[in-house]
Nanobody, 124 residues
Framework: QVQLVESGGGLVQAGGSLRVSCAVS????????MGWFRQAPGKEREFLAA????????RYADFVKGRFTISRDNGKNTLYLQMNSLKPEDTAVYFC?????????????????WGQGTQVTVSS
């Protein structure tokens, strides 16, 4: 069973930056497409960013383009999300997700493996 563990969440002021990480317990990490999602209180979980297994392809939700960057280190089996210019509306639980395959996916249903989430709170 593949396990995903997020870390790096916390409290940050508006305009600040934060990087969240996702450690994956899978030796063939390069064979997994990965994504980041978030869920704010009272709202549905939403797609943020996705990356292919090699890291050569990325996709972003329009509302994070230019502020968030997804990356991965296949040697460390770790996925990252660098978040800059954070806003109070970015406050949410952030989840990483994984899917076996060579594609790049923006919908929840494409992902079979999920982390437990890490809280990000942006104060105004």
């Amino acid at each position: 069973q593949v396990q995903l563990v997020e870390s790096g969440g916390g409290l940050v002021q508006a305009g600040g930056s934060l990087r969240v990480s996702c450690a994956v317990s899978e030796r063939t990490f390069v064979g997994y497409a990965m994504g980041w999602f978030r869920q704010a209180p009272g709202k549905e979980r939403e797609f943020l960013a996705a990356i292919s297994g090699s890291g050569g392809s990325t996709r972003y939700a329009d509302f994070v383009k230019g502020r968030f960057t997804i990356s991965r280190d296949n040697g460390k089996n770790t996925l990252y999300l660098q978040m800059n210019s954070l806003k109070p509306e970015d406050t949410a639980v952030y989840f990483c997700a994984g899917s076996r395959g060579n594609g790049i996916y923006i919908v929840e249903s494409a992902y079979g493996f999920w982390g437990q989430g890490t809280q990000v709170t942006v104060s105004s």
